[in-house]
């Protein structure tokens, strides 16, 4: 059932050099191996400029002394340039950054822009509601990929992201997923304990992301005038659920991922959740607090607490609970298994970089990375607990293979009206 | 059960006791439109050695225990947070708040009672603005010098704890469980402060006026559970913060990191 292969099988020289664009075309001239060799530049666009991804751009420079910069797109200007005079500020990468007035592109197409460039690599770290459409043009362009968490907010989307990117490394572009803690070497070692056995087989997790508000709705008041609907909720992207997914998605979606990662990324049979929001928030259309009750097959079950509202009680951990003892990450520092012995994990936690490293490593060897099985399960999951707290239903997997759920805007204009959705009323809301 | 500290701390009397620091007379201050309060102790003035040279110390109050999140999330929500990713303005002498953190910022090491960590400097110098602008008092973290001398309780004798005398008075690593802990539930130093030599560094201001971490946390070890114990901002305190710029209010990294306030008569 699993499907969890790291890398595709190596490629041929050949059939490498058949799938290279332009600059593949040049080296191959001169009879290297393209990318084979730290000194070849790899080309790199960010599309998606704001913290996070000016942090994955500077993640990126600072993983392959060959790479460098070229384009950047954004729908804001102000961010792109911010963006910009940070990672040229950076004092180890910034003369890396060779982005121009020509290769900065600003709108909704910019994605498109940057795409049609001779880039090798893009970076795709927008509000996750754009992804799926970013994924796709990304993979017809032929670029490798890094798409940061999750794969995008409703199930329509997350199909169609999916079904373009799987098989990536056949494809011969590598194709990474934001789900970072993947890329950290404790939690790797602790779920391959788990995996072996360490704990017997896994019987419950719990998970929490109990946290307080990320990014909350400003009034409608302090709209500027002029500002236009779409503008306004892509600016407070977080509060909507066609662009942010929710909390559950796009923050504890990691959880989620763990959960999964745990049950060797066998997706779960059902599920029921509820949810709901408890602080005002505006014209805000996303929850403030899902709980998702998981199940597989023999009664293996899962919590997932996840919550953001200012409270005096935080966590963000993970319990297992096997047949033969039981295993915890408490925190982000405290890795504990307790089996016939107790293990403690220690080590630095250094996920986002490790995941450019190996990005670019498997690029430059052709050992091509494919988390694109593991990215849509894990979405998929935490959008079948979205499912199940807005609606009160049972939500079953083949459901969620099966949803239509499509709230991506049918016309997406910059200077256009964008109604908003009312927030999901558990009972009144139906599966879609 | 030990009641007391037994060795150099207790034993060592102090200098000069606050009941005779002059007009200082320890009192407790009350965080605007709460209930929280923090315990603010007069310590007189006096000196103390740094790096072999003799300091004078004014008078000063210094809180009784490390700022704890309570008194932290009071000054978070008197007004707007900072934009995450545009936190590079604010006017000089303007109060901001913290921005929203990438990550949990208490770590779900507890939170009421726990001593504030991953701050920056400017987190605690902004939270000291703000108390100082709403009490019309002058709150400020300790120069390195005050920060020493409180912790040495005035004495200039070397400050070297048996394991028996570490279980009572800190939380270091043969204690803390590998987190931080409650504060003020150890026994306090000579002055009445509390966790001086544990549980969290905090922030001070060397000669310079630059910002230094004093003390050691609850991941030392014994034989550094001493007043000289300082650390620097580096860049493995940000490590794992994934954003660009990273994140002025935050530290992802600094789990050791905490501050107790002073107050200027």
């Not at chain 1, 009312?422 to 879609?432: D, E, L, Q, R, S």
């Not at chain 2, 000579?190 to 001070?204: P, Q, R, S």
Request: aromatic share 10%; with cysteine; charged share 20%.
């Amino acid at each position: 059932m699993t499907n969890n292969s790291e890398t595709g099988a190596p490629q041929t020289r050949r059939e490498f050099l058949k799938t290279t664009t332009v600059a593949g075309a040049a080296l191959a001239a001169s009879g290297n191996y393209a990318f084979a060799q730290g000194s070849d530049k790899l080309k790199v666009a960010l599309i998606g400029c704001g913290g996070r991804g000016s942090g994955a751009a500077a993640d990126a420079l600072s993983a392959d002394p060959g790479v460098v910069l070229t384009v950047m797109a954004d729908v804001f200007k102000d961010h792109l340039d911010r963006s910009l005079a940070n990672l040229k500020g950076e004092p180890s990468v910034g003369k890396r950054v060779e982005v121009t007035a020509e290769n900065s592109f600003i709108g909704l197409d910019a994605y498109q822009k940057a795409l049609a460039t001779n880039v090798d690599v893009v970076l795709l770290t927008t509000p996750p509601g754009f992804r799926p459409q970013h994924i796709k043009a990304a993979v017809e362009a032929g670029k490798h990929i890094f798409a940061e968490k999750p794969m995008g907010t409703d199930a329509a989307g997350v199909r169609m992201a999916y079904e373009a990117a799987k098989g990536a490394a056949a494809k011969k572009r590598a194709f990474v997923a934001g789900f970072c803690w993947r890329y950290d070497n404790p939690r790797r070692e602790f779920y391959k304990r788990i995996h072996e056995g360490a704990i017997g087989q896994v019987r419950h997790i719990q998970a929490t992301y109990l946290t307080g508000p990320v990014k909350p709705m400003p009034p409608a008041s302090t709209r500027p005038a002029g500002v236009s609907d779409t503008e306004w909720q892509i600016r407070n992207w977080y509060n909507f659920v066609w662009l942010c997914g929710d909390g559950l998605i796009e923050q504890a979606c990691h959880s989620v991922d763990k959960i999964l990662w745990a049950m060797k990324d066998e997706p779960p049979l059902r599920c029921v959740a509820t949810g709901g929001r408890q602080i005002p928030n505006n014209e805000g259309n996303i929850y403030d607090h899902i709980d998702v009750f998981y199940e597989w097959p023999d009664g293996v079950r899962a919590t997932m607490a996840q919550r953001q509202i200012n409270c005096d009680y935080n966590d963000n951990s993970d319990y297992i609970v096997g047949s033969k003892g039981h295993a915890f990450i408490k925190g982000w520092n405290q890795l504990e298994i307790h089996g016939d012995a107790v293990v403690k994990i220690p080590g630095p936690n250094r996920m986002y970089r490790q995941e450019h490293e190996e990005f670019f490593a498997s690029i430059r060897s052709g050992k091509l990375i494919d988390n694109s099985e593991r990215m849509w399960r894990s979405t998929l999951a935490g959008l079948m607990g979205r499912m199940a707290a807005y609606t009160g239903e049972e939500i079953t997997w083949e459901q969620m293979l099966n949803s239509k759920e499509n709230l991506f805007p049918e016309h997406l204009d910059w200077n256009g009206k964008l109604a908003i959705a009312p927030m999901a009323i558990p009972g009144k809301n139906k599966y879609v | 059960m030990i009641t007391a500290v037994p060795g150099a701390l207790a034993q060592t009397p102090p200098a000069s006791k606050p009941a005779q620091a002059g007009a200082l007379a320890s009192y407790a201050e009350s965080l605007p439109n709460s209930v929280v309060k923090l315990n603010m102790v007069a310590i007189p003035a006096g000196t103390v050695t740094l790096a072999g040279k003799k300091v004078p110390v004014k008078p000063f109050w210094i809180a009784n225990t490390e700022t704890p999140w309570e008194a932290y999330d009071v000054f978070a929500a008197s007004g707007p947070p900072s934009v995450a990713y545009d936190q590079t303005k604010f006017a000089a002498d303007a109060i901001a708040r913290p921005s929203k953190s990438y990550i949990l910022p208490d770590l779900g090491w507890g939170h009421h009672g726990y001593p504030v960590i991953n701050v920056s400097f400017l987190s605690v110098t902004m939270f000291c603005r703000w108390l100082s602008s709403a009490t019309h008092k002058k709150y400020r973290v300790p120069t390195e010098a005050e920060w020493e001398y409180a912790c040495r309780a005035g004495s200039s004798a070397p400050i070297k704890l048996t394991k028996a005398q570490a279980a009572a008075s800190s939380w270091y690593a043969d204690n803390s469980d590998g987190k931080t802990q409650l504060v003020g539930k150890k026994i306090p130093n000579a002055w009445k402060l509390y966790d001086m030599l544990g549980n969290v560094g905090e922030w001070a201001t060397d000669a310079d006026g630059k910002p230094v971490l004093c003390g050691p946390n609850f991941k030392d070890k014994l034989a550094d559970l001493t007043p000289t114990i300082r650390r620097r901002w580096e860049p493995a305190w940000q490590a794992t913060d994934p954003q660009l710029p990273k994140s002025r209010w935050w530290l992802s990294d600094g789990f050791f990191v905490g501050f107790r306030v002073v107050c200027e008569p």
